[in-house]
T-cell receptor, first 110, second 113 residues
Framework: SQQGEEDPQALSIQEGENATMNCSYK?????LQWYRQNSGRGLVHLIL?????REKHSGRLRVTLDTSKKSSSLLITASRAADTASYFC??????????FGQGTRLTINP | DTAVSQTPKYLVTQMGNDKSIKCEQN?????MYWYKQDSKKFLKIMFS???????INETVPNRFSPKSPDKAHLNLHINSLELGDSAVYFC????????????FGPGTRLTVL
């Protein structure tokens, strides 16, 4: 069954603006991960946040995790045209598999 | 280059045919996966192998048969292809350990006519 659900499904912003994507999930997790998929390519791992962490940073990426609300957010600051892609959250419940949401399609307009 | 590679990148075939997709990783990972991504971009796990042993087998028709000749390879054979099998199939691998960060191949776009 689908675990993560992303919101919004699509987001279009101007270059330089910040982009925020949200992910909600249903069951307990070991960790939550965010991936990026450029058009016609495979997924690329961006960042992993453990269930006992609340916030994590990597370059222009900031991820938060609220296990009480079963939700996570991905913030991309100072967006660039190259950030145009689909972004997926994936939950790991410790059973050696990831369950992916349907993704947010992000478009950065020059 | 260290990576997960898949062949072929595109596969167009008729209904009823049998086809295979191959995957190789040279990252030294113990676990490999097959995912199916449908036209709505929904990505669903199909199979997972750890050191050549099947550990995850989601509800997938038995027309799909994975085979792992060694821990660096995981192939997917599909019998009697149906229209609904049209999708992009991704192979992925991950190292052993507590955190299941996965590395994906470029995908194989399968079109069944």
């Amino acid at each position: 069954s689908q675990q993560g659900e992303e919101d919004p499904q699509a987001l279009s912003i101007q270059e330089g603006e910040n982009a925020t994507m949200n992910c909600s999930y249903k069951t307990s997790i070991n960790n939550l991960q965010w991936y990026r998929q450029n058009s016609g390519r495979g997924l690329v791992h961006l960042i992993l946040i453990r269930s006992n962490e609340r916030e994590k940073h990597s370059g222009r990426l900031r991820v938060t995790l609220d296990t009480s609300k079963k939700s996570s957010s991905l913030l991309i600051t100072a967006s660039r045209a190259a950030d145009t892609a689909s972004y997926f959250c994936a939950t790991d419940d410790g059973a050696q598999k990831l369950v992916f949401g349907q993704g947010t399609r992000l478009t950065i307009n020059p | 280059d260290t990576a997960v590679s898949q062949t072929p990148k595109y596969l167009v075939t008729q209904m009823g045919n049998d086809k295979s997709i191959k995957c190789e990783q040279n990252l030294g990972h113990d676990t490999m996966y097959w995912y199916k991504q449908d036209s709505k971009k929904f990505l669903k796990i199909m199979f997972s192998y750890n050191n050549k042993e099947l550990i995850i087998n989601e509800t997938v028709p038995n027309r799909f048969s994975p085979k792992s000749p060694d821990k660096a390879h995981l192939n997917l054979h599909i019998n009697s292809l149906e229209l609904g099998d049209s999708a992009v199939y991704f192979c992925a691998s991950s190292p052993s350990g507590e955190y299941n960060e996965q590395f994906f191949g470029p995908g194989t776009r399968l079109t069944v006519l």
